[in-house]
Protein backbone atom coordinates (compact mmCIF):
# COMPACT_ATOMS: atom_id res chain seq x y z
CA UNK A 1 0.00 0.00 0.00
CA UNK A 2 1.04 3.72 -0.39
CA UNK A 3 3.05 5.65 2.26
CA UNK A 4 1.06 8.27 3.95
CA UNK A 5 0.96 11.36 2.54
CA UNK A 6 2.95 14.30 4.10
CA UNK A 7 1.46 16.11 6.55
CA UNK A 8 1.40 19.60 8.81
CA UNK A 9 0.76 18.55 11.87
CA UNK A 10 0.13 21.90 13.10
CA UNK A 11 -2.27 23.11 10.63
CA UNK A 12 -5.63 23.76 11.47
CA UNK A 13 -8.76 25.04 9.81
CA UNK A 14 -11.90 25.51 11.61
CA UNK A 15 -14.96 25.27 9.51
CA UNK A 16 -18.73 26.49 9.38
CA UNK A 17 -21.07 25.83 6.31
CA UNK A 18 -24.29 27.77 5.18
CA UNK A 19 -27.43 26.33 3.52
CA UNK A 20 -26.51 27.79 0.01
CA UNK A 21 -22.84 26.42 -0.38
CA UNK A 22 -20.81 28.98 0.84
CA UNK A 23 -19.45 29.50 4.37
CA UNK A 24 -16.41 30.55 6.18
CA UNK A 25 -12.58 29.27 6.97
CA UNK A 26 -10.38 30.22 9.93
CA UNK A 27 -6.84 28.85 10.05
CA UNK A 28 -5.83 27.96 14.20
CA UNK A 29 -2.64 27.54 15.73
CA UNK A 30 -2.35 23.82 18.04
CA UNK A 31 -3.76 25.71 20.84
CA UNK A 32 -7.08 26.60 18.74
CA UNK A 33 -6.33 30.48 18.59
CA UNK A 34 -6.68 31.68 15.44
CA UNK A 35 -3.87 32.80 13.46
CA UNK A 36 -5.52 34.86 10.81
CA UNK A 37 -8.74 36.47 10.07
CA UNK A 38 -12.09 34.36 9.22
CA UNK A 39 -12.53 33.77 5.00
CA UNK A 40 -15.89 33.90 4.06
CA UNK A 41 -15.97 31.72 1.05
CA UNK A 42 -18.96 31.42 -1.59
CA UNK A 43 -18.14 27.82 -2.85
CA UNK A 44 -17.17 26.03 0.38
CA UNK A 45 -16.24 22.76 -1.38
CA UNK A 46 -13.85 23.98 -3.75
CA UNK A 47 -12.41 26.00 -1.06
CA UNK A 48 -11.55 23.33 1.24
CA UNK A 49 -11.02 20.71 -1.66
CA UNK A 50 -7.73 24.01 -2.67
CA UNK A 51 -6.71 23.80 1.43
CA UNK A 52 -6.71 19.95 1.95
CA UNK A 53 -4.71 19.82 -1.34
CA UNK A 54 -1.98 22.47 -0.20
CA UNK A 55 -1.80 21.45 3.21
CA UNK A 56 -4.16 17.95 4.08
CA UNK A 57 -5.16 20.11 7.39
CA UNK A 58 -7.18 18.92 10.72
CA UNK A 59 -10.45 20.17 10.08
CA UNK A 60 -12.45 21.19 12.86
CA UNK A 61 -16.59 21.47 12.22
CA UNK A 62 -19.38 21.39 14.55
CA UNK A 63 -20.41 18.12 13.23
CA UNK A 64 -18.86 15.73 10.26
CA UNK A 65 -22.32 14.43 9.64
CA UNK A 66 -23.72 17.69 8.44
CA UNK A 67 -20.76 18.51 6.08
CA UNK A 68 -18.84 15.99 5.22
CA UNK A 69 -21.56 13.90 2.94
CA UNK A 70 -21.66 16.95 0.85
CA UNK A 71 -18.31 17.57 0.32
CA UNK A 72 -17.83 14.39 -0.65
CA UNK A 73 -21.02 14.96 -3.36
CA UNK A 74 -19.06 17.98 -4.30
CA UNK A 75 -16.14 15.42 -5.10
CA UNK A 76 -13.74 16.48 -2.40
CA UNK A 77 -12.45 13.86 0.23
CA UNK A 78 -10.96 14.78 3.66
CA UNK A 79 -7.15 13.18 5.34
CA UNK A 80 -8.26 14.50 8.60
CA UNK A 81 -11.12 16.52 11.11
CA UNK A 82 -12.10 17.41 14.87
CA UNK A 83 -15.44 16.69 15.55
CA UNK A 84 -16.72 18.95 17.70
CA UNK A 85 -20.08 17.04 18.35
CA UNK A 86 -18.46 13.90 18.94
CA UNK A 87 -16.10 15.10 21.06
CA UNK A 88 -18.46 17.02 23.05
CA UNK A 89 -20.39 14.02 23.71
CA UNK A 90 -17.14 12.44 24.84
CA UNK A 91 -16.53 15.22 27.42
CA UNK A 92 -19.63 15.15 29.46
CA UNK A 93 -19.58 11.47 29.56
CA UNK A 94 -16.78 11.73 31.55
CA UNK A 95 -17.28 14.70 33.51
CA UNK A 96 -20.35 12.66 34.38
CA UNK A 97 -22.89 14.66 32.58
CA UNK A 98 -24.18 12.24 30.55
CA UNK A 99 -26.88 12.72 28.21
CA UNK A 100 -26.49 16.34 27.94
CA UNK A 101 -27.09 18.25 24.66
CA UNK A 102 -23.89 17.74 22.79
CA UNK A 103 -24.01 20.15 19.65
CA UNK A 104 -22.27 23.23 18.93
CA UNK A 105 -24.53 25.37 20.12
CA UNK A 106 -24.94 23.76 23.37
CA UNK A 107 -21.35 23.17 24.22
CA UNK A 108 -21.16 27.10 23.10
CA UNK A 109 -24.24 27.91 25.64
CA UNK A 110 -22.46 25.97 28.24
CA UNK A 111 -18.91 28.14 27.70
CA UNK A 112 -20.35 31.67 27.74
CA UNK A 113 -23.21 30.79 30.81
CA UNK A 114 -26.46 31.13 27.97
CA UNK A 115 -28.86 28.67 28.69
CA UNK A 116 -28.69 25.32 27.08
CA UNK A 117 -30.61 24.61 24.02
CA UNK A 118 -31.46 21.13 23.48
CA UNK A 119 -30.15 19.27 20.42
CA UNK A 120 -31.72 19.10 17.04
CA UNK A 121 -34.04 15.90 16.84
CA UNK A 122 -32.42 13.39 14.37
CA UNK A 123 -33.60 13.37 10.61
CA UNK A 124 -35.46 10.64 9.78
CA UNK A 125 -33.45 7.36 8.31
CA UNK A 126 -33.69 8.70 4.18
CA UNK A 127 -32.76 6.04 1.89
CA UNK A 128 -30.57 6.61 -1.06
CA UNK A 129 -31.47 9.43 -3.26
CA UNK A 130 -33.23 11.07 -1.15
CA UNK A 131 -32.71 13.98 1.02
CA UNK A 132 -29.90 15.59 -0.78
CA UNK A 133 -31.31 18.53 -2.18
CA UNK A 134 -29.24 21.04 -0.36
CA UNK A 135 -25.81 21.18 -1.08
CA UNK A 136 -25.11 21.29 3.37
CA UNK A 137 -27.43 19.75 5.81
CA UNK A 138 -28.59 23.14 7.74
CA UNK A 139 -31.13 22.99 10.37
CA UNK A 140 -34.33 24.84 10.44
CA UNK A 141 -35.11 28.54 12.48
CA UNK A 142 -31.96 30.89 13.03
CA UNK A 143 -28.54 30.27 12.24
CA UNK A 144 -26.45 28.46 14.40
CA UNK A 145 -23.38 29.87 16.31
CA UNK A 146 -20.88 31.45 13.87
CA UNK A 147 -16.83 30.31 13.34
CA UNK A 148 -15.75 32.43 16.75
CA UNK A 149 -18.12 30.09 18.88
CA UNK A 150 -16.33 27.53 16.91
CA UNK A 151 -13.25 27.63 17.76
CA UNK A 152 -13.44 28.63 21.28
CA UNK A 153 -15.05 26.13 21.96
CA UNK A 154 -12.61 23.99 20.44
CA UNK A 155 -9.92 25.58 22.08
CA UNK A 156 -12.09 24.85 25.70
CA UNK A 157 -12.53 21.18 24.31
CA UNK A 158 -8.50 21.02 24.26
CA UNK A 159 -7.80 22.34 27.52
CA UNK A 160 -10.54 19.63 29.09
CA UNK A 161 -8.86 16.87 27.32
CA UNK A 162 -5.65 17.93 28.56
CA UNK A 163 -7.39 17.81 32.28
CA UNK A 164 -8.84 13.86 31.93
CA UNK A 165 -6.80 11.41 33.56
CA UNK A 166 -4.63 9.88 30.55
CA UNK A 167 -4.76 12.72 28.22
CA UNK A 168 -2.75 10.52 25.25
CA UNK A 169 -5.57 8.10 25.74
CA UNK A 170 -8.29 10.08 25.16
CA UNK A 171 -7.02 12.26 22.51
CA UNK A 172 -6.49 8.73 20.58
CA UNK A 173 -10.29 8.38 21.12
CA UNK A 174 -11.31 11.62 19.98
CA UNK A 175 -9.02 11.00 16.86
CA UNK A 176 -10.39 7.81 16.38
CA UNK A 177 -13.78 8.60 17.06
CA UNK A 178 -13.42 11.47 14.59
CA UNK A 179 -12.05 9.59 11.93
CA UNK A 180 -15.23 7.29 12.41
CA UNK A 181 -17.16 10.20 11.38
CA UNK A 182 -15.48 10.41 7.90
CA UNK A 183 -15.12 6.74 7.12
CA UNK A 184 -19.17 6.22 7.88
CA UNK A 185 -19.47 9.12 5.44
CA UNK A 186 -17.47 7.68 2.84
CA UNK A 187 -18.53 4.27 3.36
CA UNK A 188 -22.14 4.99 3.11
CA UNK A 189 -21.24 7.15 -0.28
CA UNK A 190 -19.51 4.13 -1.81
CA UNK A 191 -21.96 1.27 -0.82
CA UNK A 192 -21.45 -2.19 -0.27
CA UNK A 193 -21.80 -4.11 -3.98
CA UNK A 194 -24.76 -5.54 -3.63
CA UNK A 195 -26.95 -7.83 -6.90
CA UNK A 196 -30.02 -7.37 -7.02
CA UNK A 197 -30.81 -10.37 -8.99
CA UNK A 198 -29.30 -13.08 -6.59
CA UNK A 199 -31.27 -11.08 -4.04
CA UNK A 200 -34.58 -11.95 -5.46
CA UNK A 201 -33.39 -15.19 -6.21
CA UNK A 202 -32.92 -15.70 -2.56
CA UNK A 203 -35.75 -14.08 -1.58
CA UNK A 204 -37.65 -16.25 -4.18
CA UNK A 205 -36.09 -19.79 -2.95
CA UNK A 206 -36.73 -18.90 0.85
CA UNK A 207 -39.67 -17.12 0.52
CA UNK A 208 -41.70 -17.46 -2.79
CA UNK A 209 -43.48 -15.37 -4.94
CA UNK A 210 -43.93 -12.12 -3.85
CA UNK A 211 -47.71 -11.35 -2.73
CA UNK A 212 -50.09 -9.17 -5.55
CA UNK A 213 -51.97 -7.66 -3.16
CA UNK A 214 -48.97 -6.64 -0.75
CA UNK A 215 -49.59 -9.16 2.18
CA UNK A 216 -46.93 -12.00 3.06
CA UNK A 217 -45.01 -13.76 0.20
CA UNK A 218 -46.49 -17.41 -0.57
CA UNK A 219 -44.20 -19.33 2.03
CA UNK A 220 -45.27 -17.17 4.95
CA UNK A 221 -48.49 -17.63 4.08
CA UNK A 222 -48.52 -21.34 3.76
CA UNK A 223 -46.54 -21.37 7.08
CA UNK A 224 -48.96 -19.45 9.12
CA UNK A 225 -52.05 -21.97 7.85
CA UNK A 226 -49.89 -24.62 9.15
CA UNK A 227 -49.06 -23.19 12.66
CA UNK A 228 -53.23 -22.56 12.79
CA UNK A 229 -53.65 -25.99 11.79
CA UNK A 230 -51.38 -27.23 14.61
CA UNK A 231 -53.38 -25.75 16.77
CA UNK A 232 -56.52 -26.50 15.81
CA UNK A 233 -58.01 -23.01 14.27
CA UNK A 234 -58.81 -21.87 11.18
CA UNK A 235 -56.88 -18.78 11.58
CA UNK A 236 -54.27 -17.01 13.09
CA UNK A 237 -51.32 -13.97 13.06
CA UNK A 238 -48.48 -16.02 13.46
CA UNK A 239 -46.41 -12.83 13.88
CA UNK A 240 -48.81 -11.73 16.61
CA UNK A 241 -46.74 -12.48 19.93
CA UNK A 242 -50.22 -11.92 21.77
CA UNK A 243 -52.26 -14.28 19.58
CA UNK A 244 -49.50 -17.09 19.99
CA UNK A 245 -49.71 -17.30 23.58
CA UNK A 246 -53.12 -17.31 23.86
CA UNK A 247 -52.63 -20.26 21.21
CA UNK A 248 -50.07 -22.05 23.58
CA UNK A 249 -52.39 -21.20 26.58
CA UNK A 250 -55.18 -22.96 25.24
CA UNK A 251 -53.45 -25.95 24.27
CA UNK A 252 -52.05 -26.02 28.09
CA UNK A 253 -48.28 -24.31 27.59
CA UNK A 254 -47.97 -21.28 29.40
CA UNK A 255 -45.19 -19.21 28.37
CA UNK A 256 -43.34 -15.78 29.23
CA UNK A 257 -43.17 -14.61 25.68
CA UNK A 258 -42.54 -16.00 22.39
CA UNK A 259 -38.69 -15.63 21.88
CA UNK A 260 -36.56 -18.23 20.10
CA UNK A 261 -35.11 -19.76 23.18
CA UNK A 262 -38.29 -20.17 25.20
CA UNK A 263 -39.87 -21.67 22.44
CA UNK A 264 -37.16 -24.10 21.62
CA UNK A 265 -37.92 -25.67 25.54
CA UNK A 266 -41.85 -26.24 24.25
CA UNK A 267 -42.80 -29.63 23.15
CA UNK A 268 -45.71 -28.58 20.64
CA UNK A 269 -45.99 -29.43 17.00
CA UNK A 270 -46.18 -25.35 16.15
CA UNK A 271 -42.93 -25.02 17.41
CA UNK A 272 -40.79 -26.04 14.36
CA UNK A 273 -43.00 -23.99 12.50
CA UNK A 274 -43.08 -20.58 14.07
CA UNK A 275 -39.79 -20.83 14.43
CA UNK A 276 -38.93 -21.23 10.80
CA UNK A 277 -41.94 -18.32 10.35
CA UNK A 278 -40.17 -16.00 12.76
CA UNK A 279 -36.79 -16.70 10.74
CA UNK A 280 -38.33 -15.95 7.47
CA UNK A 281 -40.79 -13.16 8.76
CA UNK A 282 -38.03 -11.26 9.89
CA UNK A 283 -35.69 -12.16 6.16
CA UNK A 284 -39.17 -10.42 4.35
CA UNK A 285 -39.58 -7.59 6.56
CA UNK A 286 -35.97 -6.37 7.57
CA UNK A 287 -34.44 -7.50 3.76
CA UNK A 288 -36.93 -7.91 1.51
CA UNK A 289 -38.04 -6.88 -1.92
CA UNK A 290 -39.43 -3.28 0.11
CA UNK A 291 -35.92 -2.86 1.63
CA UNK A 292 -33.54 -3.56 -1.44
CA UNK A 293 -36.22 -0.99 -3.51
CA UNK A 294 -35.64 1.91 -0.78
CA UNK A 295 -31.77 1.09 0.01
CA UNK A 296 -30.07 -0.38 -2.75
CA UNK A 297 -29.65 1.11 -5.90
CA UNK A 298 -27.12 1.61 -8.65
CA UNK A 299 -25.64 -1.66 -7.63
CA UNK A 300 -24.56 -0.58 -3.72
CA UNK A 301 -26.47 -1.08 -0.50
CA UNK A 302 -25.91 2.67 1.03
CA UNK A 303 -27.01 2.52 4.73
CA UNK A 304 -25.95 5.50 6.91
CA UNK A 305 -23.78 4.79 9.67
CA UNK A 306 -23.72 5.86 12.69
CA UNK A 307 -19.93 6.52 14.55
CA UNK A 308 -20.22 5.65 18.62
CA UNK A 309 -24.36 5.38 18.21
CA UNK A 310 -24.25 2.63 21.00
CA UNK A 311 -23.06 3.44 24.63
CA UNK A 312 -20.41 1.49 24.30
CA UNK A 313 -18.52 3.14 21.53
CA UNK A 314 -20.31 0.66 18.76
CA UNK A 315 -21.48 2.01 15.33
CA UNK A 316 -25.20 1.83 14.57
CA UNK A 317 -27.46 2.37 11.55
CA UNK A 318 -29.93 4.71 10.84
CA UNK A 319 -32.29 2.92 8.70
CA UNK A 320 -30.44 0.07 6.19
CA UNK A 321 -30.14 -2.69 8.58
CA UNK A 322 -26.32 -3.06 7.94
CA UNK A 323 -25.06 -4.07 10.70
CA UNK A 324 -28.11 -7.13 10.81
CA UNK A 325 -27.73 -8.50 7.41
CA UNK A 326 -28.29 -12.38 7.74
CA UNK A 327 -25.82 -14.71 7.02
CA UNK A 328 -28.11 -16.34 4.21
CA UNK A 329 -28.45 -12.70 2.15
CA UNK A 330 -25.14 -12.23 2.16
CA UNK A 331 -25.10 -14.22 -0.77
CA UNK A 332 -26.01 -11.15 -2.39
CA UNK A 333 -22.81 -9.06 -1.54
CA UNK A 334 -20.57 -9.86 -4.56
CA UNK A 335 -17.49 -7.89 -5.32
CA UNK A 336 -17.67 -6.06 -9.26
CA UNK A 337 -15.89 -8.35 -11.89
CA UNK A 338 -11.86 -8.14 -11.94
CA UNK A 339 -12.22 -7.17 -7.92
CA UNK A 340 -12.40 -9.52 -4.60
CA UNK A 341 -13.41 -8.42 -0.98
CA UNK A 342 -11.35 -8.35 1.36
CA UNK A 343 -12.75 -9.58 4.95
CA UNK A 344 -10.77 -9.55 8.29
CA UNK A 345 -12.50 -10.64 11.12
CA UNK A 346 -11.23 -10.32 14.90
CA UNK A 347 -11.19 -13.19 16.41
CA UNK A 348 -11.56 -13.34 20.39
CA UNK A 349 -11.63 -9.86 20.66
CA UNK A 350 -12.82 -9.07 24.12
CA UNK A 351 -11.04 -11.75 26.22
CA UNK A 352 -8.02 -10.75 24.51
CA UNK A 353 -8.56 -6.88 25.40
CA UNK A 354 -8.74 -8.27 28.97
CA UNK A 355 -5.51 -9.62 28.93
CA UNK A 356 -4.05 -6.79 27.62
CA UNK A 357 -5.66 -4.10 29.79
CA UNK A 358 -5.80 -6.40 33.66
CA UNK A 359 -1.81 -6.25 32.66
CA UNK A 360 -2.68 -9.69 34.14
CA UNK A 361 0.90 -11.65 33.15
CA UNK A 362 -0.34 -15.06 32.73
CA UNK A 363 -3.48 -14.17 30.80
CA UNK A 364 -1.55 -11.87 28.81
CA UNK A 365 0.78 -14.90 27.72
CA UNK A 366 -1.77 -17.03 27.02
CA UNK A 367 -3.53 -13.90 25.08
CA UNK A 368 -0.10 -14.36 22.88
CA UNK A 369 -1.37 -17.67 21.30
CA UNK A 370 -3.30 -17.90 18.38
CA UNK A 371 -6.68 -19.45 20.49
CA UNK A 372 -7.27 -17.63 23.61
CA UNK A 373 -9.29 -20.17 24.65
CA UNK A 374 -7.04 -23.39 23.91
CA UNK A 375 -4.33 -21.47 25.68
CA UNK A 376 -6.34 -20.91 29.01
CA UNK A 377 -7.61 -24.35 28.85
CA UNK A 378 -3.90 -25.66 28.76
CA UNK A 379 -2.78 -23.37 31.22
CA UNK A 380 -5.73 -23.35 33.94
CA UNK A 381 -8.51 -26.04 32.73
CA UNK A 382 -6.83 -29.17 32.40
CA UNK A 383 -7.23 -29.09 28.98
CA UNK A 384 -10.72 -28.29 28.91
CA UNK A 385 -11.72 -24.86 26.35
CA UNK A 386 -15.12 -25.40 26.47
CA UNK A 387 -14.89 -24.86 30.67
CA UNK A 388 -12.51 -21.97 29.94
CA UNK A 389 -14.55 -20.28 27.78
CA UNK A 390 -17.16 -20.52 29.83
CA UNK A 391 -15.04 -19.10 32.75
CA UNK A 392 -13.67 -16.48 30.23
CA UNK A 393 -16.67 -15.22 29.07
CA UNK A 394 -18.86 -15.49 32.62
CA UNK A 395 -15.82 -13.41 34.38
CA UNK A 396 -16.68 -10.76 31.60
CA UNK A 397 -20.35 -11.14 31.49
CA UNK A 398 -21.08 -11.53 35.10
CA UNK A 399 -22.34 -15.05 34.88
CA UNK A 400 -22.57 -16.19 38.33
CA UNK A 401 -24.42 -18.87 38.79
CA UNK A 402 -24.85 -22.92 37.16
CA UNK A 403 -21.97 -23.90 35.14
CA UNK A 404 -20.19 -21.24 35.70
CA UNK A 405 -19.71 -21.34 39.12
CA UNK A 406 -16.62 -24.19 39.43
CA UNK A 407 -15.18 -22.42 36.18
CA UNK A 408 -14.67 -19.01 37.36
CA UNK A 409 -13.23 -20.45 40.88
CA UNK A 410 -10.61 -21.87 38.84
CA UNK A 411 -10.26 -18.54 37.16
CA UNK A 412 -10.36 -16.03 40.20
CA UNK A 413 -7.38 -19.04 41.60
CA UNK A 414 -5.34 -18.62 38.14
CA UNK A 415 -5.91 -14.93 37.00
CA UNK A 416 -6.20 -12.91 39.87
CA UNK A 417 -5.25 -9.96 38.27
CA UNK A 418 -7.94 -10.13 35.21
CA UNK A 419 -10.42 -11.69 37.77
CA UNK A 420 -10.05 -8.12 39.71
CA UNK A 421 -10.17 -5.81 37.18
CA UNK A 422 -13.72 -6.58 35.83
CA UNK A 423 -14.90 -7.48 39.43
CA UNK A 424 -13.56 -3.52 40.77
CA UNK A 425 -15.89 -2.28 37.34
CA UNK A 426 -18.72 -4.24 38.44
CA UNK A 427 -18.22 -2.76 42.73
CA UNK A 428 -18.04 0.50 40.99
CA UNK A 429 -20.82 0.24 38.93
CA UNK A 430 -22.89 -0.77 41.67
CA UNK A 431 -22.02 1.86 44.11
CA UNK A 432 -22.96 4.77 41.19
CA UNK A 433 -19.76 5.57 40.26
CA UNK A 434 -17.58 6.42 36.78
CA UNK A 435 -16.73 3.90 35.11
CA UNK A 436 -14.37 4.02 32.10
CA UNK A 437 -12.83 2.28 28.98
CA UNK A 438 -8.90 2.28 28.48
CA UNK A 439 -9.54 5.22 25.80
CA UNK A 440 -11.77 7.34 28.36
CA UNK A 441 -15.03 6.40 27.27
CA UNK A 442 -17.67 6.69 29.99
CA UNK A 443 -20.10 4.54 31.19
CA UNK A 444 -23.66 6.49 31.48
CA UNK A 445 -24.92 6.35 35.07
CA UNK A 446 -27.80 3.87 35.89
CA UNK A 447 -30.28 7.10 35.67
CA UNK A 448 -29.77 6.67 31.72
CA UNK A 449 -31.82 2.90 32.34
CA UNK A 450 -29.40 1.11 31.30
CA UNK A 451 -29.29 -1.06 34.18
CA UNK A 452 -32.95 -1.45 34.94
CA UNK A 453 -35.59 -3.59 32.94
CA UNK A 454 -34.83 -7.30 30.97
CA UNK A 455 -31.60 -7.81 31.94
CA UNK A 456 -32.56 -8.27 36.06
CA UNK A 457 -35.86 -9.52 35.15
CA UNK A 458 -34.34 -12.94 33.59
CA UNK A 459 -31.53 -13.04 36.36
CA UNK A 460 -32.64 -15.12 38.83
CA UNK A 461 -30.85 -13.78 41.28
CA UNK A 462 -31.63 -10.42 40.91
CA UNK A 463 -35.07 -11.05 41.20
CA UNK A 464 -35.00 -13.23 44.63
CA UNK A 465 -32.67 -10.28 45.69
CA UNK A 466 -34.49 -9.70 49.23
CA UNK A 467 -33.48 -5.79 48.95
CA UNK A 468 -35.82 -4.66 46.87
CA UNK A 469 -35.67 -2.81 43.55
CA UNK A 470 -33.11 -0.11 44.31
CA UNK A 471 -30.65 -3.87 44.58
CA UNK A 472 -31.69 -5.33 41.52
CA UNK A 473 -30.69 -1.95 39.89
CA UNK A 474 -27.06 -1.55 41.35
CA UNK A 475 -26.45 -5.40 40.67
CA UNK A 476 -27.97 -4.67 36.73
CA UNK A 477 -25.68 -2.39 36.51
CA UNK A 478 -22.97 -3.52 38.01
CA UNK A 479 -23.21 -6.51 34.93
CA UNK A 480 -22.97 -3.76 32.82
CA UNK A 481 -19.99 -1.64 33.98
CA UNK A 482 -17.90 -5.40 34.41
CA UNK A 483 -18.68 -5.67 30.53
CA UNK A 484 -18.26 -2.08 29.21
CA UNK A 485 -14.78 -1.63 30.40
CA UNK A 486 -13.87 -4.75 28.31
CA UNK A 487 -16.68 -4.02 25.52
CA UNK A 488 -15.91 -0.34 25.13
CA UNK A 489 -12.40 -0.74 24.96
CA UNK A 490 -12.47 -3.73 22.26
CA UNK A 491 -14.89 -0.96 20.11
CA UNK A 492 -11.97 1.71 20.29
CA UNK A 493 -9.78 -1.26 19.42
CA UNK A 494 -11.71 -1.69 16.22
CA UNK A 495 -11.95 1.86 15.43
CA UNK A 496 -8.16 2.91 15.87
CA UNK A 497 -7.53 -0.21 13.37
CA UNK A 498 -10.63 1.19 10.85
CA UNK A 499 -8.79 4.89 11.24
CA UNK A 500 -5.19 3.48 10.66
CA UNK A 501 -6.21 1.58 7.56
CA UNK A 502 -8.09 4.46 6.20
CA UNK A 503 -4.89 5.93 5.86
CA UNK A 504 -2.95 2.59 4.56
CA UNK A 505 -5.30 2.58 1.41
CA UNK A 506 -5.23 6.21 0.77
CA UNK A 507 -4.18 7.10 -2.32
CA UNK A 508 -5.24 3.67 -3.76
CA UNK A 509 -8.12 1.76 -5.29
CA UNK A 510 -9.53 -0.08 -2.69
CA UNK A 511 -12.43 1.05 -0.52
CA UNK A 512 -13.62 0.75 2.58
CA UNK A 513 -17.08 -0.88 2.10
CA UNK A 514 -18.56 -2.26 5.40
CA UNK A 515 -17.33 -2.33 9.36
CA UNK A 516 -19.31 -4.33 11.94
CA UNK A 517 -18.07 -4.06 15.20
CA UNK A 518 -14.84 -6.52 14.98
CA UNK A 519 -15.12 -7.36 10.71
CA UNK A 520 -14.09 -4.96 8.15
CA UNK A 521 -14.69 -5.08 4.47
CA UNK A 522 -12.41 -3.73 2.08
CA UNK A 523 -13.61 -3.79 -1.85
CA UNK A 524 -10.24 -3.92 -3.98
CA UNK A 525 -8.95 -4.75 -7.87
CA UNK A 526 -8.22 -8.49 -7.39
CA UNK A 527 -4.61 -7.86 -8.20
CA UNK A 528 -4.48 -5.24 -5.10
CA UNK A 529 -5.76 -8.24 -2.64
CA UNK A 530 -2.73 -9.56 -0.67
CA UNK A 531 -1.40 -5.92 -0.39
CA UNK A 532 -5.04 -5.36 0.94
CA UNK A 533 -4.41 -8.16 3.20
CA UNK A 534 -1.45 -7.38 4.46
CA UNK A 535 -2.11 -3.19 4.94
CA UNK A 536 -5.38 -4.77 7.15
CA UNK A 537 -3.14 -6.98 8.91
CA UNK A 538 -0.64 -4.21 9.87
CA UNK A 539 -3.52 -1.61 10.55
CA UNK A 540 -4.45 -4.16 13.19
CA UNK A 541 -0.71 -4.20 14.74
CA UNK A 542 -0.71 -0.66 14.51
CA UNK A 543 -3.78 -0.95 16.53
CA UNK A 544 -2.92 -2.64 19.62
CA UNK A 545 0.17 -0.70 19.83
CA UNK A 546 -1.28 2.55 19.78
CA UNK A 547 -3.70 1.50 22.59
CA UNK A 548 -1.73 -0.75 24.71
CA UNK A 549 2.34 -0.24 23.81
CA UNK A 550 4.98 -3.33 24.11
CA UNK A 551 2.13 -5.81 25.30
CA UNK A 552 2.60 -9.62 24.96
CA UNK A 553 -1.17 -9.84 23.96
CA UNK A 554 -1.56 -10.32 20.20
CA UNK A 555 -5.07 -9.69 18.06
CA UNK A 556 -4.86 -11.25 15.35
CA UNK A 557 -7.18 -11.03 12.26
CA UNK A 558 -9.00 -13.62 10.37
CA UNK A 559 -8.54 -12.80 6.76
CA UNK A 560 -9.93 -13.96 3.51
CA UNK A 561 -10.01 -12.99 0.14
CA UNK A 562 -13.30 -13.80 -1.73
CA UNK A 563 -15.48 -13.00 -4.17
CA UNK A 564 -19.01 -13.01 -2.21
CA UNK A 565 -19.11 -12.05 1.60
CA UNK A 566 -21.02 -15.11 2.20
CA UNK A 567 -17.95 -17.11 1.75
CA UNK A 568 -15.95 -15.11 4.60
CA UNK A 569 -14.08 -17.90 6.71
Avoid at 148 to 167: K, M, S
Avoid at 316 to 344: H, N, S
Avoid at 480 to 508: D, H, K, P, Y
Wanted: glycine share 10%.
Amino acid sequence: MSEARGRIAFVLVAVVSDERGGGVLQPLDPAGRPTAPAEPVADLATAVAAREAAEHPRWVWASGAAVYPALLRAGVRLERCHDVELTEALLLGYAGRWGEPRSLAAAWARLTGAPVPPDPAPRPPEPPGHGQGALFDAPSGPPGPGVEALTRVYADQLARIAATEHPGRFRLLVAAESAGALISAEMGAAGLPWRAEVHDAILAELLGEASPVGGPPRRLAELAARIAGAFGVRQLHADSPAELLKAFARAGVELPNTRAWVLRGVEHPAVPLVLEYKELYRIWTAHGWTWRDAWVSGGRFHPEYVPGGVVSGRWATRGGGALQIPKVIRRAVVADPGWRFVVADAGQLEPRVLAAVSGDARLAAAGGAGDLYAALARDAFGGDRARAKVALLGAMYGQTGGAAVPALAVLRHSYPTAFGYVEAAARTGEAGGLVRSWLGRTCPPGSAGFSDGEEAAVDPEAVADPHGPSARAARSRGRFTRNFVIQATAAEWASTLLATLRTALAGTDAELVFFQHDEVIVHCPVDQADAVAEAVAAAGRRATALLFGDTPVRFPLDLSIVDCYADAA
